[in-house]
């Protein structure tokens, strides 16, 4: 351990000596934040798989500019912390060349990466309008006696001194404050609390005049940050040689600083020339300066209908009350073809509109979800039966939006056909106890709700199997003894779901816990809940979406043993969704960590050690409630 201490050591004096890196505090804060927020990873999902089915589509061509209203709150403790609006200006159009693909250092791409170079189609401006509709520059400022911030999102809490955010459905909101520690920004991903969304950017690593010094004077610090924001992750995948979830970027095996020579080659598989040139890179300024057609697509996807999409129908860059004139306010609002989960909404036409923004709630829920449309009707489904809804709608000209129109309500039917006795059981501690060999019906009616139930198995019948059927819409389950996960069933669009736990050696307690995919739900149509279990091994049906995640209690297997390039592992995440894999000499000394995160897709990893010397090692998986350790040997 003596020399692990060492290495840490000099590695802090070596980091300590190098200040003028690019340092960005996203992933920390994303790793923070996921502890924080237990229901962050599974909106993450969701997003990556809406990412996904936004990559396959048919979109190109479809796609528009977004213009994205900005609002910079400068909190400052000196003079120079409180930025001038000279500068902020410069950081708008930064992003608004480098997000076009407009910015003039582009000449500088190599001939080969060039056809990847993208347009993002995304534009920025400061707000016009504050989220009451009053005028605003697009800027707030607030004396704070306080010399740094850090990256603990203070900043963005009025009750830590900081100031809350603006709604970030509507606007995109950057702090700019003395963070300090040597980190240069740091951005919240799609998927995380709103409030707290939106990117810290350094006083001094701000735009192109004022308080910037080379080499991060030239806002390029702020559109890094951003592409975080729109999804975007680190170009090396924060790992050695791993994905940043883009197909067009070469494999980075690590993080470059400064200003590489090109070409410059990756350690990785193949060794391609790293893209040291796009902005999701740690160079310097003036050395960044591309995103690529994938990285582009990953962004769209969150503004063309994904976590993001409702700023595309923000109000905030024009300037309050419709000043135009030539577009008025919509009337004849109104709700037709009601029903438990959808009604159709319709208004009459506006002269001169470009199209519209409708807007809608449940009244008993303070946040507007905002659709932008070129019709005059438009067709809400999912909602809750039984629900009172409001409706108001305003047109959207050139230059100028109109007011939005006086609130229109509706109310769903009842229509629902089952009745569910198990609720309240949403979280694990409320679990429902449920017997065994008996059909249950239940039911998912709000895009938050989840189902846990619970049952006990006997010493005569250890094996266990669940079956959900008659799915109303993409349920899903995982199967848990005691605090450990042992099955997922995660089918897409089918409508039954399967878990089975064999070979267990104990009797426990069993928690079965249902849930919508994506806030799937259905507020009129029960599910169909099935608990067997058996003194034989039950068989699976073969389907190969089924998998027994974890036959075995706290399975912590490497294979081949020994390796020479690659060794495959395979660890037990339990009801952990992170846990971190690190190598060992037979030392101590620290050869390789990388944190891993889990799901039913990716409990199996791939470690390259083909750079690692002859020798045994000692692998160590640990999460918040394991702490297990595998001997390996490494021969060539
Ligand atoms: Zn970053």
Same mark, same amino acid.
């Given at each position: 351990?003596?020399?692990?201490?060492?290495?840490?050591?000099?590695?802090?004096?070596?980091?300590?000596?190098? +200040?003028?890196?690019?340092?960005?505090?996203?992933?920390?804060?994303?790793?923070?934040?996921?502890?924080?927020?237990?229901?962050?990873?599974? =909106?993450?999902?969701?997003?990556?798989?809406?990412?996904?089915?936004?990559?396959?589509?048919?979109?190109?061509?479809?796609?528009?500019?977004?213009?994205?209203?900005?609002?910079?709150?400068?909190?400052?403790? #000196?003079?120079?912390?409180?930025?001038?609006?000279?500068?902020?200006?410069?950081?708008?159009?930064?992003?608004?060349?480098?997000?076009?693909?407009?910015?003039?250092?582009?000449?500088?791409?190599?001939?080969? /990466?060039?056809?990847?170079?993208?347009?993002?189609?995304?534009?920025?401006?400061?707000?016009?309008?504050?989220?009451?509709?009053?005028?605003? &520059?697009?800027?707030?400022?607030?004396?704070?006696?306080?010399?740094?911030?850090?990256?603990?999102?203070?900043?963005?809490?009025?009750?830590?001194?900081?100031?809350? !955010?603006?709604?970030? #459905?509507?606007?995109?909101?950057?702090?700019?404050?003395?963070?300090?520690?040597?980190?240069?920004?740091?951005?919240? /991903?799609?998927?995380?609390?709103?409030?707290?969304?939106?990117?810290?950017?350094?006083?001094?690593?701000?735009?192109?005049?004022?308080?910037?010094?080379?080499?991060?004077?030239?806002?390029?610090?702020? &559109?890094?940050?951003?592409?975080?924001?729109?999804?975007?992750?680190?170009?090396?995948?924060? &790992?050695?040689?791993?994905?940043?979830?883009?197909?067009?970027?070469?494999?980075?095996?690590?993080?470059?600083?400064?200003? !590489?020579?090109?070409?410059?080659?990756? #350690?990785?598989?193949?060794? !391609?020339?790293?893209?040291?040139?796009?902005?999701?890179?740690?160079?310097?300024?003036?050395? $960044?300066?591309?995103?690529?057609?994938?990285?582009?697509?990953?962004?769209?996807?969150?503004?063309?209908?994904?976590?993001?999409?409702?700023?595309?129908?923000?109000?905030?860059?024009?300037?309050?009350?419709?000043?135009?004139?030539?577009?008025?306010? !919509?009337?004849?609002?109104?709700?037709? +073809?009601?029903?438990?989960?959808?009604?159709?909404?319709?208004?009459?036409?506006?002269?001169?509109?470009?199209?519209?923004?409708?807007?809608?709630?449940?009244?008993?829920?303070?946040?507007?979800? &905002?659709?932008?449309?070129?019709?005059?009707?438009?067709?809400? *489904?999912?909602?809750?039966?039984?629900?009172?809804?409001?409706?108001?709608?305003?047109?959207?000209?050139?230059?100028?939006?109109?007011?939005?129109?006086?609130?229109?309500? /509706?109310? *769903?039917?009842?229509?629902?056909?089952?009745?569910?006795?198990?609720?309240?059981?949403?979280?694990?501690?409320?679990?429902? *106890?449920?017997?065994?060999?008996?059909?249950?019906?239940?039911?998912?009616?709000?895009?938050?709700?989840?189902?846990?139930?619970?049952?006990?198995?006997?010493?005569?019948?250890?094996?266990?199997?669940?079956? $959900?059927? *008659?799915?109303?819409?993409?349920?899903?389950?995982?199967?848990?003894?005691?605090?450990?996960?042992?099955?997922?069933?995660?089918?897409?669009?089918?409508?039954?779901?399967?878990?089975?736990?064999?070979?267990?050696?104990?009797?426990?307690?069993?928690?079965?816990?249902?849930?919508?995919?994506?806030?799937?739900?259905?507020?009129?149509?029960?599910?169909?809940?099935?608990?067997?279990?058996?003194?034989?091994?039950? =068989?699976?049906?073969?389907?190969?979406?089924?998998?027994?995640?974890?036959?075995?209690?706290?399975?912590?297997?490497?294979?081949?043993?020994?390796?020479?390039?690659?060794?495959?592992?395979?660890?037990?995440?339990?009801?952990?969704?992170?846990?971190?894999?690190?190598?060992?000499?037979?030392?101590?000394?620290?050869?390789?960590?990388?944190?891993?995160?889990?799901?039913?897709?990716?409990?199996? /990893?791939?470690?390259?050690?083909?750079?690692?010397?002859?020798?045994?090692?000692? $692998?160590?998986?640990?999460?918040?409630?394991?702490?297990?350790?595998?001997?390996?040997?490494?021969?060539?």
């Amino acid at each position: 351990m003596k020399n692990y201490i060492l290495i840490l050591l000099s590695f802090l004096l070596f980091a300590g000596s190098v +200040n003028a890196q690019r340092n960005c505090g996203s992933m920390e804060v994303l790793d923070r934040q996921l502890k924080e927020d237990p229901g962050m990873f599974e =909106r993450m999902q969701n997003i990556e798989k809406q990412t996904q089915a936004y990559e396959k589509s048919s979109h190109l061509g479809q796609r528009s500019v977004v213009v994205i209203p900005v609002v910079v709150h400068v909190v400052y403790q #000196t003079s120079a912390q409180n930025i001038s609006e000279a500068q902020i200006n410069s950081q708008i159009t930064v992003l608004n060349a480098d997000f076009r693909a407009l910015n003039g250092d582009l000449s500088g791409v190599p001939a080969e /990466f060039q056809p990847l170079i993208a347009d993002s189609e995304v534009e920025f401006c400061l707000a016009k309008q504050d989220p009451n509709g009053l005028a605003t &520059t697009g800027i707030n400022r607030k004396y704070v006696n306080k010399s740094s911030w850090g990256t603990n999102d203070d900043v963005k809490k009025l009750s830590k001194g900081g100031i809350n !955010p603006w709604d970030p #459905t509507k606007y995109l909101n950057i702090w700019v404050c003395n963070i300090g520690g040597g980190i240069l920004g740091y951005a919240q /991903f799609p998927g995380g609390s709103s409030a707290t969304d939106g990117v810290v950017i350094g006083y001094n690593y701000f735009g192109t005049t004022g308080a910037v010094s080379p080499p991060f004077d030239k806002g390029r610090t702020a &559109t890094h940050e951003i592409g975080h924001w729109l999804n975007l992750r680190h170009i090396w995948g924060d &790992t050695n040689c791993g994905s940043d979830l883009v197909n067009d970027t070469p494999t980075h095996n690590a993080a470059n600083y400064g200003c !590489p020579a090109f070409p410059h080659y990756s #350690t990785c598989s193949g060794t !391609p020339k790293e893209l040291t040139m796009d902005y999701m890179d740690y160079t310097d300024d003036a050395c $960044m300066f591309m995103f690529t057609q994938g990285q582009k697509t990953r962004m769209r996807a969150v503004l063309d209908g994904g976590s993001r999409g409702s700023l595309a129908g923000s109000p905030g860059c024009d300037a309050p009350g419709g000043g135009g004139g030539s577009c008025g306010t !919509p009337t004849g609002l109104g709700a037709s +073809n009601i029903t438990a989960t959808s009604a159709t909404v319709s208004w009459s036409a506006v002269s001169g509109a470009s199209s519209y923004n409708l807007q809608y709630k449940a009244n008993a829920n303070g946040s507007w979800t &905002t659709i932008n449309t070129t019709s005059t009707s438009y067709g809400l *489904t999912g909602l809750t039966a039984s629900t009172t809804y409001n409706t108001q709608v305003q047109a959207v000209c050139s230059g100028n939006s109109s007011a939005y129109s006086s609130q229109v309500n /509706f109310t *769903t039917l009842s229509g629902s056909n089952c009745t569910d006795v198990y609720e309240s059981n949403n979280t694990k501690a409320t679990a429902k *106890t449920i017997p065994v060999d008996v059909n249950l019906k239940a039911l998912i009616s709000t895009t938050t709700d989840v189902d846990w139930f619970k049952f006990n198995t006997t010493s005569a019948k250890k094996n266990v199997k669940v079956n $959900m059927t *008659t799915l109303p819409a993409d349920y899903d389950m995982k199967l848990y003894k005691n605090n450990t996960l042992v099955a997922v069933s995660e089918n897409d669009g089918t409508n039954d779901e399967q878990c089975i736990s064999n070979n267990n050696s104990s009797t426990g307690t069993f928690y079965v816990y249902v849930y919508g995919w994506n806030g799937a739900k259905d507020a009129s149509n029960c599910y169909n809940l099935l608990v067997t279990l058996s003194a034989s091994n039950f =068989r699976t049906d073969g389907s190969e979406d089924f998998e027994s995640l974890n036959p075995v209690e706290n399975e912590f297997l490497a294979w081949p043993n020994p390796a020479q390039n690659e060794i495959n592992i395979k660890v037990p995440f339990e009801n952990q969704i992170t846990g971190d894999i690190t190598i060992f000499d037979v030392t101590g000394k620290m050869i390789y960590t990388q944190k891993l995160t889990g799901s039913k897709q990716s409990s199996n /990893f791939k470690i390259d050690v083909s750079n690692f010397e002859n020798g045994l090692y000692f $692998m160590n998986w640990k999460t918040n409630t394991s702490n297990l350790v595998q001997r390996v040997i490494v021969t060539k």
